[in-house]
């Protein structure tokens, strides 16, 4: 007699973190910090990394009138795919989990922008991983998951990030955080 195919539940990825190992040290990836917002079976994985600065605000980048209330904002590498799209997100906390809206419009940045109830960011970009691709990824420990630290969005935004994140999950983590630029030239 056949047995239907086991279905292996997903792991709880959308809206936590993944950080990347230290062996990851190619230029995209190299000390990522991940915001998942997308991990289907189907469909795939995706999220915005959250610590790769561009150096350029939005005004560097958008000249519209229309958005000179967002002019300082500083916009982040979100990820290969689609890297030449400017994406506004919020990001906010709903009891302890970190939600993202991946669909805001300039209008309603500008209004969060003075609002404040959530933190506005811009990305170029985002990361995408096919079907299957982040599961063999995750399986041969190239991430890290992590839950958002209710801190998150307050500290800097930057590779100091990566080991804040990674060092509080335990003291494994913690000395894989102190990970230099380059481990071969130890």
Do not use: C
Not at 48 to 63: A, Y
């Amino acid at each position: 007699m056949l047995r239907p195919p086991i279905s292996i539940p997903l792991p709880k990825i959308v809206g936590n973190l993944l950080l990347a190992d230290p062996a990851l040290r190619d230029g995209i990836f190299n000390k990522s910090v991940v915001y998942m917002f997308e991990h289907d079976r189907e469909r795939g994985s995706a999220g915005f990394i959250l610590n790769h600065h561009t150096g350029r605000n939005v005004g560097d980048l958008v000249d519209a009138k229309e958005l000179k209330p967002l002019k300082d904002i500083p916009v982040y590498y979100g990820g290969p795919v689609q890297d030449q799209q400017l994406h506004f997100v919020s990001f906010s906390w709903e009891g302890s989990k970190l939600v993202l809206d991946t669909e805001v419009s300039a209008e309603d940045a500008i209004i969060l922008h003075h609002t404040g109830d959530s933190y506005l960011r811009a990305f170029v970009g985002h990361s995408a991983w096919s079907k299957g691709q982040l599961a063999g990824e995750l399986d041969s420990e190239s991430w890290f998951t992590a839950a958002p630290p209710r801190d998150l969005m307050d500290k800097t935004q930057d590779n100091s990030l990566w080991s804040y994140v990674l060092s509080h999950l335990s003291s494994y983590h913690q000395v894989v955080s102190l990970t230099p630029e380059d481990p071969f030239l130890n």
